[in-house]
């Protein structure tokens, strides 16, 4: 009886330390993330493309900036294991025309994300909720400027940052503490999506045209520099 109770045993060590592998040992299918993690944290993706999850280094790595280099694609799967992640930097300023961006879950402790668009529209899955900034900058792009389309906002975000020329639209009306808009010379009839917010601070060295904040819920809208004119409702 004694020995099979030991077997038993073994045979559940076994099984929970081949789980355990199995969690700690993930695949990352992009060769530039591959390359951007072992940048930050050296070794923790091998030859192979197997990211070590439990790796050491991923304990004090508090920010991360996705690979800013010209790609058709990126895919952020590995993202969603950097624990300690508090602020993560995506820049697709140098993206192609045809881009494709593959997502992947938040990090759990995510607190600040900036996103500066490129050339091409791009959907981001919901935001996490634990989100305290988000912002988003528009190096401009001789083409058009894009639409950056958010599927689902946050209940309650602390503040939002619109810089250069963007064109960002959401669904879903939560809370924003504050909202700071600077937009570019290019930026014309840009629509700002329902929402509520604590305060809006509109940053112009000249006058511009065409924001439509009329779908949003704010007692407190401030001109920083420069005025608004008959294009701003």
Known sequence: MRTQLLRLALALFMVNGAASSAIAQVF??????????????????????????VHPGIASLGVFQTPDIPLGSLDLTGIEYLDSLEH???????MAPVFEMTWAPW???????????GCT??????????LTGLSFFGPGCPTGIPTTTIT????????????GDVNVVWSGTGYIGGISIELGVNS????????EAGRIDIIADMPFTGLDMSAVD??????????????FI
């Open 88 to 94: 993560l930097i995506i820049g697709l300023e140098q």
């Open 152 to 163: 689902e906002m946050p209940d309650s975000l602390g503040g939002l940052v619109l810089f």
């Open 107 to 117: 990090p759990p402790n995510l607190k600040y994300l900036d996103i500066a668009s």
């Open 218 to 231: 704010c007692q407190h809208v401030y001109f920083n520099r420069g005025f608004a004119n008959d294009g």
């Open 188 to 195: 014309t009839n840009v629509i700002i999506s329902p929402i």
């Open 28 to 53: 990352i299918p992009d060769t530039n993330m591959r390359n951007a993690l072992n940048y930050y944290i050296p070794g923790v993706v091998d030859i192979g493309g197997i990211m070590d999850t």
């Open 121 to 130: 529209p791009v959907t981001i899955p919901q935001v996490p909720e634990n």
